[in-house]
C-alpha cells in the first residue's frame, strides 16, 4: 500500500497560479509614494513649528504671569519658581500638541484653507483653556494651575499659532508648492452640481482641488453637457488607464451616471487604485453641508440633518454676540441716530422711525426699523418694491443716509429684541416673498435662521435692486456653512463694502 505524500507548504497549487503586479500599478505606486514623502515632509515642518510656538507661548504666560508686575497677584506671599512650575509648563505644551493633532491640524488636505486651519487653532485652544484649568480641581497638583496663567497660555498660542500658519499659508500657497498639495479630482458624469464645484475650484490661487477632467459614460450625448473648459478624458472603459495617467487623488461620480453593478465596480476600482471615492448625488441641490448619513433599522438613508445654527451652542454663542454688538452700537450710534432724525424731520416733517413688515425667523413676521429716507406718501397708489437708483421719493438727506447705510442704524434695536441677528440674510417683505418663492427655488430655506442687518451677499454687492438669484445663493451658502469667525469677517468687511442699499 502506497502512502500518499504530502504536498510542501511552499509549493503553490496548480490551480493557483502566482500573481505578478502589472507595471502600471508599479509606476502608480511608486508616482504616489513620491507625492506621500512631499507631504510628510510638509506635516513635519508644520507639527515642529507648531511645537516651538506652543512651548514658547507657555514660557511667555509663565514670565508675564510671575516674573512682572502680575506676580503677586493671586498668589499671596507664595513664591513660584521657575523649576516648580516647569512640569506645568511642558504638561500644557504636550497637552496643546495632542490636541492640535487630534483635531488634525496638520492634515495636508488643510494647509490651503487657512479659515479652517485657524478654526482648529481655535476649537484646540478652547478645549486646552478648559481642560488644563480643570487640571487644577481634579489632581490638585502643587503648585496650583494659576487662572492667569491659563488665559495667557491661551492668548499666547492663539496668537502665535495663528501667525505661524498664516506664514506658513503663504508660503504653500505658491506655486509649485501648492500645485502638489492640490487633489486631483476626476469626474464621472456631470451635472450641475459638477459645473459649479469647478467654478469654485478655481477661486483664488490657493485652492485645494485641481480638475483633471471628466470621464463620460455611454450616453451618445453626453460629451455636449460638459462645458469646453473641462477636458474630456474618454469613457468609462477606461477609467483604470484614466486614473493612473492623472495622478488622479478623488474621483467624484454622478449617482445617475452609471448603473448600480457599473458603480460598484467603480468604487472598487477606485479602491485598488489607492484613490478616494466620492458619490454626487443629483438629488440634494441645496443645504448639502446639512446632509447626514444614518440608520434606519438597518436601511442607510441619506437626508438633511442639522445645520451649523441647528446646535444650541451655536446659537448661544450667537445670541450673545448679538446682543452685546447691539448694546454697543446703540451706545455709539445713538447720537448719529439723534442726529440724522432731526435732519429727516427738518426737511419732511414726519415720523421720522419708519416701520415696514418684514419675514424672519421660521417665517415670522416683525416690524424692521429705519430712519425714514422718503416721503412719508412714498408707495401710496402704488405696489410695494426695491427702490431703484436715484429714486426720485427720496429725501436729499436719504440719498446720503442709504449710501452710508446710515437708515439701516436703528435696526440694533431689532437685534437686541431678537427679532435679527447681526449678521444674516437680509428680511424681505411679505408682498415681495410671495412671488419670490414661487419663481426662485429654496427661496424659503433663507429663513432657518435670523435676517441680519448685514450678510455674506451683502459684501458681495447684492443689496437692493440686485440679481435675487445670485443673493439667495449667497445666502444659502452662509446658512450652510456658518462658523462664528465668518460671522466676524462679515461684520468686518461691512465697513469697506457699503455699495448699495437694502
Not at 144 to 156: D, E, K, N, P, W
Request: hydrophobic share 45%; with cysteine.
Amino acid at each position: 500500500m502506497k502512502t500518499a505524500i504530502p504536498p510542501r507548504d511552499d509549493a503553490a497549487p496548480a490551480s493557483c497560479p502566482p500573481i505578478q503586479p502589472p507595471a502600471e500599478a508599479t509606476y502608480s505606486l511608486r508616482h504616489r509614494h513620491r507625492s506621500w514623502v512631499a507631504h510628510q515632509k510638509l506635516v513635519a515642518l508644520s507639527f515642529l513649528g507648531d511645537a516651538a510656538i506652543v512651548l514658547f507661548a507657555m514660557l511667555a504666560a509663565y514670565l508675564v504671569r510671575f516674573e512682572s508686575h502680575l506676580a503677586g497677584i493671586g498668589v499671596g506671599d507664595e513664591t513660584i519658581d521657575f523649576n516648580s512650575y516647569l512640569g506645568h509648563v511642558i504638561l500644557g505644551a504636550v497637552l496643546l500638541q495632542f490636541l492640535l493633532a487630534n483635531f488634525r491640524a496638520h492634515d495636508p488636505r488643510h494647509f490651503l484653507a487657512i479659515r479652517r486651519t485657524l478654526q482648529l487653532i481655535a476649537k484646540s485652544c478652547a478645549i486646552w483653556f478648559a481642560v488644563f484649568l480643570g487640571l487644577t480641581l481634579t489632581l490638585k497638583l502643587e503648585p496650583a494651575i494659576s487662572r492667569v496663567y491659563c488665559v495667557l497660555a491661551t492668548g499666547f498660542a492663539l496668537m502665535g499659532l495663528g501667525g505661524w500658519r498664516w506664514f506658513l499659508y503663504c508660503v504653500m500657497r505658491r506655486e509649485p508648492i501648492a500645485s502638489t498639495l492640490r487633489q486631483k479630482v476626476v469626474f464621472v458624469g456631470w451635472n450641475s452640481e459638477c459645473e459649479r464645484s469647478v467654478e469654485r475650484f478655481s477661486e483664488g490661487r490657493a485652492h485645494r482641488y485641481a480638475v483633471a477632467g471628466v470621464v463620460l459614460p455611454q450616453e451618445p450625448d453626453a460629451r455636449a453637457k460638459v462645458p469646453g473648459s473641462v477636458p474630456v478624458l474618454g469613457t468609462i472603459n477606461e477609467v483604470r488607464t484614466i486614473i493612473r495617467d492623472t495622478g488622479a487623488d478623488i474621483v467624484m461620480a454622478v449617482d445617475s451616471a452609471l448603473e448600480r453593478d457599473a458603480m460598484l465596480d467603480l468604487a472598487e476600482t477606485c479602491g485598488k487604485e489607492f484613490v478616494d471615492f466620492k458619490l454626487v448625488p443629483s438629488c440634494f441641490q441645496v443645504l448639502l453641508s446639512g446632509l447626514q448619513f444614518e440608520s434606519i433599522h438597518g436601511m442607510p438613508v441619506l437626508g438633511v440633518g442639522r445645520l451649523p445654527l441647528h446646535h444650541a451652542f451655536n446659537n448661544v454663542f450667537k445670541r450673545t454676540v448679538d446682543i452685546v454688538g447691539a448694546l454697543v452700537g446703540l451706545l455709539l450710534f445713538g447720537p448719529v441716530i439723534a442726529l440724522f432724525s432731526a435732519l429727516v424731520y427738518l426737511e419732511s416733517p414726519g415720523a421720522v422711525i419708519y416701520r415696514q413688515r418684514r419675514i424672519g425667523l421660521n417665517g415670522r413676521p416683525f416690524d424692521i426699523l429705519k430712519i425714514r429716507s422718503m416721503k412719508p406718501d412714498a408707495e401710496r397708489g402704488g405696489s410695494p418694491g426695491w427702490t431703484v437708483k436715484d429714486d426720485p421719493r427720496r429725501l436729499k438727506v436719504g440719498a446720503f443716509m442709504r449710501r452710508w447705510n446710515i437708515d439701516e442704524l436703528p435696526q440694533f434695536w431689532n437685534v437686541l429684541r431678537g427679532e435679527m441677528s447681526l449678521v444674516g440674510p437680509r428680511p424681505e417683505r411679505p408682498e415681495l416673498i410671495e412671488g419670490f418663492k414661487e419663481q426662485i427655488r429654496h427661496y424659503n430655506v433663507r429663513h432657518n435662521v435670523k435676517p441680519g442687518l448685514t450678510g455674506w451677499a451683502q459684501i458681495h454687492g447684492f443689496r437692493g435692486d440686485t440679481c435675487l438669484r445670485e443673493r439667495v445663493k449667497f445666502d444659502l451658502d452662509y446658512i450652510e456653512n456658518w462658523s462664528a469667525l465668518l460671522d466676524f469677517q462679515i461684520m468686518l468687511l461691512t465697513f469697506f463694502k457699503r455699495k448699495g442699499a437694502c
